[in-house]
């Protein structure tokens, strides 16, 4: 293709992109309410299904492990067994973990964090310049010169009723997606041509592999990275806090690179309080250090050894896609970036794959009839 030929595809493909933008423009200026109205109830639907989803993929190799050891065939069977194993292991947790760290964050807000305020308060006192930057700061907040507001009761109803709804099905989305996946799954293969099938089912097939190796090692992860810094914040004399401490770090793993880092501001406010901690008054810059060394040592080592190389993504490709999907989807769409973006990725990969197969089989064909050609000449 020579340059004039690119330059014409070029101004092609732009031309429709812009009228394609503009044809949304006006389904979005004429249908706008209905849009917004559709959108919510298909969200209404996505976030418990991503919830069950998501948590299907954590019980996925307990899943597998009953049939194989059970030699069960039964869908139904394996299912209540797994849902009863579910419940017996949060229940495990919550009488045990959970009320260790419920006591702990209790005595943390009723205790601890009064004293972080008043070292905070001391802290600007003694340092006039901060002092006035913070009270013309605070000052922006003053609730007389925020404007009156009435509150929205339909809004708090739809809110709490939307929680109800989420609450409920995602154990009814998780029933079905571990007792039908089979059926749920050729239910929708039969909505694609016959001749794009096996493209479906390959792209499927990637698509689960990525998104399954992803949660699995993200849960691996939480768990390490949960068990490392308890033990950590042990050593460093965090004391009764290092079990909540921890447990913070984990969970708020599940959001990569920046999660750690938002869990890690609560240590550091502690660690200004107390000067019995290792390191004493630079105990708050070695928790810092320590969660960027722990972060780098998952990052690097810990998570491609974990998940492998389908889930590794760019940093800056999975903050934009933080920031993307947080957007469309809150919390869920956060949680769900990594694995949502390795997908389009694996989906990329695909088609750049077939058609370098497509044009290695045109190739092909041209040598063969080249070849026939000269025998039948010869």
Not at 110 to 137: Q, V
Not at 266 to 279: G, Y
């Amino acid at each position: 293709m020579n340059l004039q030929s690119r330059k014409v595809n070029w101004m092609v493909n732009l031309t429709l992109v812009l009228l394609a933008l503009g044809v949304l423009y006006l389904v979005q200026a004429l249908f706008g309410d209905f849009i917004t109205r559709f959108m919510n109830a298909f969200n209404a639907i996505v976030l418990p299904f991503a919830i069950a989803l998501f948590i299907s993929y954590l019980i996925a190799p307990i899943f597998r492990l009953l049939e194989r050891r059970l030699k069960s065939r039964n869908q139904l069977f394996n299912t209540v067994i797994v849902f009863a194993l579910i419940l017996a292991a949060l229940g495990t947790f919550s009488v045990f973990a959970g009320a260790i760290i419920y006591d702990q964050a209790l005595s943390f807000i009723e205790n601890d964090w009064p004293n972080i305020i008043e070292t905070f308060r001391t802290f600007l006192e003694n340092n006039p310049r901060l002092l006035n930057a913070y009270e013309s700061f605070i000052a922006f907040f003053e609730l007389d010169r925020l404007p009156t507001t009435s509150i929205n009761f339909l809004g708090i109803f739809q809110t709490l009723t939307n929680i109800i709804i989420t609450v409920v099905l995602v154990p009814v989305f998780l029933f079905f997606i571990l007792n039908d996946r089979k059926r749920i799954y050729d239910g929708l293969l039969v909505l694609f041509p016959k001749k794009w099938r096996h493209h479906v089912i390959e792209l499927t097939q990637r698509a689960h592999h990525v998104i399954e190796t992803y949660f699995n090692g993200r849960f691996l992860t939480m768990a390490f990275m949960a068990v490392i810094f308890t033990i950590a914040f042990f050593i460093f004399g965090f004391g009764g806090r290092s079990i909540l401490f921890g447990f913070m770090m984990g969970f708020f793993d599940v959001v990569p690179y920046v999660g750690p880092f938002i869990a890690m501001v609560l240590p550091v406010l502690f660690s200004l309080t107390d000067d019995s901690l290792l390191f004493g008054n630079f105990a708050p810059l070695a928790v810092i250090i320590m969660v960027t060394v722990g972060q780098l040592i998952q990052n690097n080592v810990a998570q491609p050894i974990i998940m492998g190389k389908e889930t590794k993504l760019h940093p800056l490709l999975v903050l934009s896609s933080f920031v993307f999907f947080g957007y469309l989807y809150g919390v869920i769409g956060i949680i769900l970036a990594i694995p949502l973006t390795g997908t389009i990725r694996s989906t990329v990969e695909y088609i750049h794959e077939f058609r370098q197969k497509k044009t290695l089989d045109k190739d092909d064909k041209k040598k063969i009839k080249q070849i026939k050609e000269e025998v039948t000449s010869s």
